[in-house]
């Protein structure tokens, strides 16, 4: 079987209040509205079978940050988030194009609804009030817990997030 693990594109938007504490470092809390997923497809005698796992979840950081020049401020910092929604979907196309099989599960009741980050960033100051942002988000909590039906005893999931955006300074 020929396995392939693809980044899923999201959404993410929400609010910022920063507090210096000097002229170069502060503290920053956010909070923060994210789709996160992954698609994993393979192949399996000839059927390509695609699974994409989602969850939906706000994220409250609470970063620590530098300014080492007037328009670039790196951060980073813990990262509470709580999921409001997950699960997963698949599709199966077989060797018929005319043939192909559609399911999912909503995974509300089986996933740990609190999860613990670290979030590592920066941000670089494009003119005006605009801006532009990278950051990593770091999963340290498993996503599912052990009353799961449809995965295996044991089974770990967590969350690791590469975010890339633009803002604006209100």
């Excluded at 210096?20 to 192949?43: C, H, R, V, W």
């Excluded at 970063?63 to 670039?72: C, T």
Aim: no cysteine; glycine share 14%; hydrophobic share 35%.
């Amino acid at each position: 079987s020929n396995a392939e693990d693809k980044i899923k594109m999201g959404f993410y938007g929400g609010a910022f209040i920063q507090h210096p504490l000097n002229e170069t470092m502060g503290i920053m809390a956010e909070i923060n509205y994210i789709q996160k997923g992954d698609k994993y497809s393979f192949d399996d005698s000839g059927d390509e079978i695609i699974y994409i796992f989602y969850g939906k979840t706000l994220e409250m950081p609470v970063l620590f940050y530098f300014q080492p020049m007037e328009k670039m401020t790196l951060y980073a910092g813990p990262v509470l988030g709580y999921i409001l929604k997950g699960g997963y979907m698949y599709k199966v196309s077989y060797d018929d194009p005319n043939v192909a099989e559609f399911g999912g599960l909503d995974m509300n009741e089986w996933i740990n609804r609190f999860e613990f980050s670290a979030a590592l960033g920066g941000r670089y100051q494009l003119g005006g009030k605009y801006f532009g942002e990278i950051r990593y988000i770091y999963g340290m909590t498993n996503m599912f817990n052990d009353d799961n039906p449809e995965l295996p005893q044991g089974t770990e999931g967590k969350t690791s997030t590469l975010t890339i955006g633009l803002g604006v300074n209100l």
